[in-house]
T-cell receptor, first 118, second 112 residues
Framework: GAVVSQHPSRVICKSGTSVKIECRSLDFQATTMFWYRQFPKQSLMLMAT?????????EQGVEKDKFLINHASLTLSTLTVTSAHPEDSSFYICSARRASAVSNQPQHFGDGTRLSIL | QKEVEQNSGPLSVPEGAIASLNCTYS??????FFWYRQYSGKSPELIMF????GDKEDGRFTAQLNKASQYVSLLIRDSQPSDSATYLCAVLTTDSWGKLPFGAGTQVVVTP
């Protein structure tokens, strides 16, 4: 299998709080992980690509100082939403690709984190 | 032109019928094609992948790939109410650097 664990599943916190979300590949190594955001009834939006041992690549319009990504090992990437505000409330989902010599590996998704900023 | 395009639906399908979903893509060099299912409020789940032209069957699901026409389809046979979800098509393109461009998804509603 290819299991991706994401924690926490739900966060409710006050405006101005920083929130850290963890994404772990449990049974495979992932050189690349991805972070998405999804607002209600909208499409998945890729925020950034996280590469083990290097800086993340952010999509256009995503503030890298607002959304800090760390990919310190082959099985763990973290997303920190700094000084979160109500407009950051969303469903954050990570995914991971198995490290492989072939390039056609699919992405496997975590269960997502529902972030609500009051 | 978007990299991956799908009809947003909703696609209403009677229980027991076949649901047919289509996806077109722009990069002729694309090699890998994936279908994900996303239930409301949940994260996407991989249900099928296909790399070669033709059909690939897995249970009630069949993926069909036609590289010449640049489309990939998903058929759901004997549709069940539990198949009601949004189905996302994803295509690994030659210049996506490992990113997986997703279509906007087709919402399927299976009616009893």
């Amino acid at each position: 299998g290819a299991v991706v664990s994401q924690h926490p599943s739900r966060v409710i916190c006050k405006s101005g709080t920083s929130v850290k979300i963890e994404c772990r590949s449990l049974d495979f190594q992932a050189t690349t992980m991805f972070w998405y955001r999804q607002f209600p009834k909208q499409s998945l939006m890729l925020m950034a690509t996280s590469n083990e041992g290097s800086k993340a690549t952010y999509e256009q319009g995503v503030e890298k100082d607002k959304f800090l990504i760390n990919h310190a090992s082959l099985t763990l990437s973290t997303l920190t939403v700094t000084s979160a505000h109500p407009e950051d409330s969303s469903f954050y989902i990570c995914s991971a690709r198995r490290a492989s010599a072939v390039s056609n590996q699919p992405q496997h998704f975590g269960d997502g984190t529902r972030l609500s900023i009051l | 032109q978007k990299e991956v395009e799908q009809n947003s639906g909703p696609l209403s399908v009677p229980e027991g019928a076949i649901a047919s979903l289509n996806c077109t893509y722009s990069d002729r060099g694309s090699q890998s094609f994936f279908w994900y299912r996303q239930y409301s409020g949940k994260s996407p789940e991989l249900i099928m992948f296909i790399y070669s032209n033709g059909d690939k069957e897995d249970g009630r699901f069949t993926a069909q790939l036609n590289k010449a026409s640049q489309y990939v389809s998903l058929l759901i046979r004997d549709s069940q109410p539990s198949d009601s979800a949004t189905y996302l098509c994803a295509v690994l393109t030659t210049d996506s650097w490992g990113k997986l461009p997703f279509g906007a998804g087709t919402q399927v509603v299976v009616t009893p």
